[in-house]
Each structure stands twice: as structure tokens, then as C-alpha cells.
Nanobody, 115 residues
């Protein structure tokens, strides 16, 4: 099984930047894709960005050009660089891992962007 540990959330003013990290442990050899999702109060959880084991990426239209997802296979880590942050980016951000059998979610990290 896989365990995920997220970090890097915090409070930042509009226009600022944050870098989120997600470290995978356990049976990491089976992971096929990892991604970041977010959920704001009263809203549905939504995709932010994903990256496959082959390096293919996909982004939500609302973050394209501002956020970048990357991976470090040697460290079993996926990161999300968040630039030009807006108040509407405020949410709990969750790391997700997909293997052939299960989906694993991290605990979440709070990102708050003030006006």
C-alpha cells in the first residue's frame, strides 16, 4: 500500500507563490499517476494537475500557465509550484496516487490567498 505526506501550504497574499510537496512511501513501484486536487468550502473537489509515470501532464484551465506539476522519481516526490496566486485558489489541496488496484489520498494541506 501507499502512504502520502503533503506539505507546503500556508497563507499568502494575492500575486504570491507557494510550493506544495507530496512524498509517497510504501509500495511506490506500483504508482501509475499522481496529481493534486483541491476543495473549497461548499464546492466539489476538483482536479488541479496530474502527471503520469510516463511524464504526461494535464492542468485545469483555471491554473494553466500559473501552476506547474513536477516529479522526482528518486525521491518519490511530486511537487506543485503555484505562482500568481489568486483568492479563488484558496482551498484544501490534496495529493492523489493511482496504482492498478487502488486510489490513495493524502491528508490535505490548507492554502489561503488573501486579497
Amino acid at each position: 500500500q501507499v502512504q502520502l505526506a503533503e506539505s507546503g501550504g500556508g497563507l499568502v497574499q494575492a500575486g504570491g507563490s507557494l510550493r506544495l510537496s507530496c512524498v509517497a512511501s510504501g509500495s511506490t513501484f506500483s504508482i501509475r499517476a499522481m496529481g493534486w486536487y483541491r476543495q473549497a468550502p461548499g464546492k466539489q473537489r476538483e482536479l488541479v494537475a496530474i502527471i503520469t509515470s510516463g511524464g504526461i501532464t494535464n492542468y485545469a484551465e483555471s491554473v494553466k500557465g500559473r501552476f506547474t506539476i513536477s516529479r522526482d522519481s528518486a525521491k518519490n516526490t511530486v511537487c506543485l509550484q503555484m505562482n500568481s496566486l489568486k483568492p479563488e485558489d484558496t482551498a484544501v489541496y490534496y495529493c492523489k496516487a493511482l496504482d492498478p488496484y487502488t486510489v490513495t489520498w493524502g491528508q490535505g494541506t490548507q492554502v489561503t490567498v488573501s486579497s
